[in-house]
T-cell receptor, first 112, second 112 residues
Framework: GAGVSQTPSNKVTEKGKYVELRCDPISGHTALYWYRQSLGQGPEFLIYFQGTGAADDSGLPNDRFFAVRPEGSVSTLKIQRTERGDSAVYLC??????????FGEGSRLTVL | SQELEQSPQSLIVQEGKNLTINCTSSKTLYGLYWYKQKYGEGLIFLMMLQKGGEEKSHEKITAKLDEKKQQSSLHITASQPSHAGIYLCGADSGAGSYQLTFGKGTKLSVIP
């Protein structure tokens, strides 16, 4: 596609529920990143994929968070047993090699 | 870990006025990125600086990286309402790095 696409744009869920957030990167971009942005803060790194593999998942806050990219294109961020503190905007970005990251518009997650 | 401090946190200017936003790093900057974000939208890439003393311009926006490579400034000339948004600086930690650390952002409002 023309840009990075993220779905859903908004997700409201209850504490304890499971959530999946999807990212469709720019066609041909091998690198894919997930960031999380809380209100009034800058984006914080979660995980980086190069192709199908997670090259660096050091930013994932705990084992409730998991991400996959099975075919090296679309990625899904999965959050188990959601907590109110997980509420944030989850941003996906892709790039062709190092340099400029192209960001999607984000998925706003609200955990009640 | 690297920390980026942006100043001011927020800025309100009259249309047509010039303004400057600063980004100071706790460590040497290898790659410094400026992004703009509007509410509910993703980050839009503005410029990337890598060399000490480097300066880049795009339309009415100029970004500089100081010689010591620990501070960058973003200058907007003759501001317009379309410049309003949150400006974020991001930095990578070195050669081959892919993970960006972001500042908290500077919220710019331009009054017509």
């Amino acid at each position: 596609g023309a840009g990075v696409s993220q779905t859903p744009s908004n997700k409201v869920t209850e504490k304890g529920k499971y959530v999946e957030l999807r990212c469709d990167p720019i066609s041909g971009h091998t690198a894919l990143y997930w960031y999380r942005q809380s209100l009034g803060q800058g984006p914080e790194f979660l995980i980086y994929f190069q192709g199908t593999g997670a090259a660096d998942d050091s930013g994932l806050p705990n084992d409730r968070f998991f991400a996959v990219r099975p075919e090296g294109s679309v990625s899904t961020l999965k959050i188990q047993r959601t907590e109110r503190g997980d509420s944030a905007v989850y941003l996906c970005a892709s790039s062709q090699g190092l340099g400029e990251l192209f960001f999607g518009e984000g998925s706003r997650l609200t955990v009640l | 870990s690297q920390e980026l401090e942006q100043s001011p946190q927020s800025l309100i200017v009259q249309e047509g006025k010039n303004l400057t936003i600063n980004c100071t790093s706790s460590k040497t900057l290898y790659g410094l990125y400026w992004y703009k974000q509007k509410y509910g939208e993703g980050l839009i890439f503005l410029m990337m600086l890598q060399k000490g003393g480097e300066e880049k311009s795009h339309e009415k926006i100029t970004a500089k990286l100081d010689e010591k490579k620990q501070q960058s400034s973003l200058h907007i000339t003759a501001s317009q309402p379309s410049h309003a948004g949150i400006y974020l600086c991001g930095a990578d930690s070195g050669a081959g790095s892919y993970q960006l650390t972001f500042g908290k952002g500077t919220k710019l409002s331009v009054i017509p």
